[in-house]
């Protein structure tokens, strides 16, 4: 079973770049059979898919619209993790924001959540 | 987009009697490989969402069987055929087929009376 562990700061001034870390446990970043998710939840915006990163045969990457022009995700093979960077964030960007491994047919399983405030 | 849509937002319920929470998609879910790709999820108070149901009926491991999905196309139902302390919580439908790849209902507010 598919552990992950998220980290990464729970504040961040307006206009910089949030980062957070997942760290996976009982799979690797780099298997052929799922992908790696980032998600949020706010009270405004409910939950909300931002992208995901996943392998076959090369590296893609999908993101929501919403935040394209914004966000990278990134695996790190030899931590066997992956990344969120969200950049130009706002107050609107405050959220609990979440990894989670996307299955074989597209079911989530999640991390514990970061609470990721925006404020100067 | 798709629009996920629930009903109803709260569902207060005795302990021992049954529920059911709808879901419709505005595009349908069922894709050329014969499966629905809805999902349905729980968030129980101060956790993370956890997986139920996948591909519209499936059980996920360790989900007890008072719980069952059912529905094609656009129109799901979860219900849950008595329900316990330990079901409250928010349940969210989620369709995995579509751009943006997840879409998420309002979610439905589980409480017990």
């Known amino acids: 079973q598919v552990q992950l562990q998220q980290s990464g700061p729970g504040l961040v001034k307006p206009s910089q770049t949030l980062s957070l870390t997942c760290a996976i446990s009982?799979?690797?970043?780099?298997?052929?059979?799922?992908?790696w998710n980032w998600l949020r939840q706010s009270p405004s915006r409910g939950l909300e898919w931002l992208g995901r990163?996943?392998?076959?045969?090369?590296?893609?990457?999908e993101y929501a619209v919403s935040v394209k022009s914004r966000i990278a995700i990134n695996a790190d093979t030899s931590r066997n993790q992956f990344s969120l960077q969200l950049n130009s964030v706002t107050p609107e960007d405050t959220a609990v924001y979440y990894c989670?491994?996307?299955?074989?047919?597209?079911?989530?399983?999640w991390g514990q959540g970061t609470l990721v405030t925006v404020s100067s | 987009d798709i629009v996920m849509t629930q009903s109803p937002l709260s569902l207060p319920v005795t302990p021992g009697e049954p529920a059911s929470i709808s879901c419709r998609s505005s595009q349908s879910l069922l894709n050329s490989n014969g499966y629905n790709y809805l999902d349905w999820y729980l968030q129980k108070p101060g956790q993370s969402p956890q997986l139920l149901i996948s591909l519209g009926s499936n059980r996920a491991s360790g989900v007890p069987d008072r719980f069952s999905g059912s529905g094609s196309g656009t129109d799901f139902t979860l219900k849950i055929s008595g329900v316990e302390a330990e079901d409250v919580g928010v349940y969210y439908c989620v369709q995995a087929l579509h751009t943006p790849l997840y879409t998420f209902g309002q979610g439905t507010k589980l409480e017990i009376k």
């Open positions: 989670a491994k996307g299955g074989e047919w597209r079911e989530l399983y």
């Open positions: 990163t996943y392998y076959k045969s090369k590296w893609y990457n």
């Open positions: 009982g799979d690797s970043v780099s298997t052929n059979n799922g992908a």
